[in-house]
């Protein structure tokens, strides 16, 4: 649902005043990897970024507890390896479909390159997925 002129305004107007912006140059291979673990995990890459840069300065703050699977027996545990394997499938499947609407004209591109590297290393990662169990 998109927000109305008003509330898109409130919301940039708190957001300045309490965040700041961090601009970050990285291999596109990386973000997009990045990007999709992120999609993967359920968090924004906002959220994991500013994390990191918490621990990282000795600035966090505790961590909100993260809701424990039960993985007490094989089974449970294979059971989460797959619904792992098959949300980071449709990740991949997405980036495929972002690559074949790529004109042709732009095939040689940073964002075709990165999003086909994207597409073999969660290829690879599905593979290894597979291998767990």
Request: proline fraction near 3%; charge should be positive.
């Amino acid at each position: 649902m998109a927000l109305s002129k008003a509330a898109n305004s409130a919301k940039t107007k708190w957001n300045a005043e309490h965040y700041t912006q961090v601009k970050v140059s990285v291999n596109p291979g990386i973000a997009s990897t990045f990007k999709a673990a992120c999609a993967v995990s359920g968090r924004s890459m906002a959220d994991v970024l500013s994390e990191f840069m918490a621990l990282y300065s000795g600035t966090a703050k505790e961590r909100r507890p993260i809701p424990a699977d039960d993985v007490s027996t094989r089974r449970k545990r294979r059971k989460l390896v797959l619904s792992f394997s098959r949300r980071m499938e449709r990740v991949r499947d997405a980036e495929e479909d972002y690559m074949a609407n790529i004109p042709e004209n732009l095939r040689g591109s940073i964002r075709f390159d990165a999003a086909e590297h994207s597409v073999a290393v969660m290829d690879e990662a599905i593979g290894l997925l597979g291998d767990v169990y």
